[in-house]
């Protein structure tokens, strides 16, 4: 393939990307939480292409992007439940799991054969420009090599898929910074709905909405427990959580003040905190850091999504001896 282009978030730029979606290539653009590696969700050939492109291990389902929730509903089913929730969350960083409509023609690698389908509506007016151009519904998981650090910029895009994808359309630094919480209400009726994966919408946020959430995997789900894998965001650098001061070898990463050293948060200020830390990561491995010790993080708010992330980075790194996206 030849040199991925850098495209600018133009009127042409746009035009271009949307251009290349249809034609079944593969766009990375920006989302509110990370870049994502885009292509039309209808042809099975360009959904293929993102596995081969990131060198994902398997057919773990992927997020179908869309404009708006007119065009949600031509790809799921909607109850009131999560028309009110998409009214409340949408756009913005929260994915829902729900019925694959009939005909909606998702080509079956993007749903891995199952009978649903997670979809959101990302927040940037340039994404959602570049969606309702495309046309399509779009599946995007995140834009970096598995098992490797989620991207928040388009450099980091180039980085880890520069010659393997046809576009990076630059759409500056995601605010957010971690991935968007992935919400399932497609259990039994009568279900609680499911928190699947916690991201960049505050589990207290669903809760205020929704009265209770269940967390982990839906029951019909398994065995491939979908959004439950243990999947590397990994860094370089060896991880220990929740260490109150760095031991010798260590460099110590604070939630907090930290004069001179590294910190998510000189405000220990959870959504800074979700902001920085992908960045923080590559700059730690960029400046030759071997090992973190990194503060306690309070599982609230954007903390919750920060820790599972952490978790997961610091997670064993046998090749095989989990799933990575
Ligand atoms: O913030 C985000 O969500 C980013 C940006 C690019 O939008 N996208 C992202 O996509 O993280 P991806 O494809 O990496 O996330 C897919 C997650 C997986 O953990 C998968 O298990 C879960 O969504 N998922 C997808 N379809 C599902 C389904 N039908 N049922 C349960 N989980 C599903
Ligand atoms: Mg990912």
């Given at each position: 393939?030849?040199?991925?282009?850098?495209?600018?978030?133009?009127?042409?730029?746009?035009?271009?990307?949307?251009?290349?979606?249809?034609?079944?290539?593969?766009?990375?653009?920006?989302?509110?939480?990370?870049?994502?590696?885009?292509?039309?969700?209808?042809?099975?050939?360009?959904?293929?292409?993102?596995?081969?492109?990131?060198?994902?291990?398997?057919?773990?389902?992927?997020?179908?992007?869309?404009?708006?929730?007119?065009?949600?509903?031509?790809?799921?089913?909607?109850?009131?439940?999560?028309?009110?929730?998409?009214?409340?969350?949408?756009?913005?960083?929260?994915?829902?799991?729900?019925?694959?409509?009939?005909?909606?023609?998702?080509?079956?690698?993007?749903?891995?054969?199952?009978?649903?389908?997670?979809?959101?509506?990302?927040a940037p007016a340039t994404a959602r420009d570049l969606l309702a151009r495309t046309r399509r519904p779009?599946?995007?998981?995140?834009?970096?090599?598995?098992?490797?650090i989620s991207p928040t910029r388009a450099a980091h895009v180039l980085e880890g898929l520069d010659g393997?994808?046809?576009?990076?359309?630059?759409?500056?630094?995601?605010?957010?910074?971690?991935?968007?919480?992935?919400?399932?209400?497609?259990?039994?009726?009568?279900?609680?709905?499911?928190?699947?994966?916690?991201?960049?919408?505050?589990?207290?946020?669903?809760?205020?909405?929704?009265?209770?959430?269940?967390?982990?995997?839906?029951?019909?789900?398994?065995?491939?427990?979908?959004?439950?894998?243990?999947?590397?965001?990994?860094?370089?650098?060896?991880l220990r959580l929740s260490a109150p001061r760095a031991e010798a070898g260590e460099v110590y990463l604070?939630?907090?003040?930290?004069?001179?050293?590294?910190?998510?948060?000189?405000?220990?200020?959870?959504?800074?905190?979700?902001?920085?830390?992908?960045?923080?990561?590559?700059?730690?491995?960029?400046?030759?850091?071997?090992?973190?010790?990194?503060?306690?993080?309070?599982?609230?708010?954007?903390?919750?999504?920060?820790?599972?992330?952490?978790?997961?980075?610091?997670?064993?790194?046998?090749?095989?001896?989990?799933?990575?996206?």
């Open positions: 393939m030849p040199r991925t282009d850098l495209l600018p978030a133009t009127d042409e730029g746009l035009a271009r990307a949307a251009a290349l979606l249809r034609a079944g290539q593969l766009v990375a653009f920006a989302t509110e939480t990370v870049y994502g590696l885009g292509a039309d969700a209808t042809d099975a050939d360009a959904v293929a292409g993102i596995y081969a492109a990131k060198g994902r291990p398997s057919f773990n389902p992927l997020i179908v992007h869309v404009p708006d929730l007119a065009a949600a509903e031509r790809v799921a089913v909607f109850d009131a439940r999560a028309r009110a929730l998409a009214a409340a969350f949408w756009p913005g960083p929260l994915t829902l799991v729900l019925p694959l409509r009939d005909g909606a023609g998702i080509a079956p690698g993007v749903t891995a054969g199952l009978d649903t389908v997670a979809i959101r509506v990302p779009v599946a995007a998981p995140s834009a970096n090599p598995s098992g490797r393997r994808i046809a576009a990076v359309l630059e759409g500056g630094d995601c605010p957010v910074g971690v991935e968007s919480t992935i919400l399932s209400l497609a259990g039994a009726p009568g279900d609680a709905p499911r928190l699947l994966r916690p991201g960049g919408i505050p589990r207290e946020a669903l809760e205020a909405h929704l009265g209770e959430v269940e967390s982990g995997a839906d029951a019909k789900a398994t065995p491939t427990s979908p959004g439950q894998l243990l999947s590397h965001y990994a860094p370089r650098a060896r604070a939630f907090g003040p930290a004069p001179g050293g590294w910190t998510l948060s000189t405000a220990a200020d959870p959504a800074e905190a979700a902001a920085a830390l992908f960045q923080t990561l590559r700059d730690m491995d960029a400046a030759g850091i071997a090992r973190i010790a990194v503060a306690p993080i309070p599982d609230a708010g954007l903390g919750l999504a920060i820790n599972d992330r952490l978790r997961r980075a610091a997670a064993p790194r046998d090749p095989g001896d989990a799933e990575a996206d």
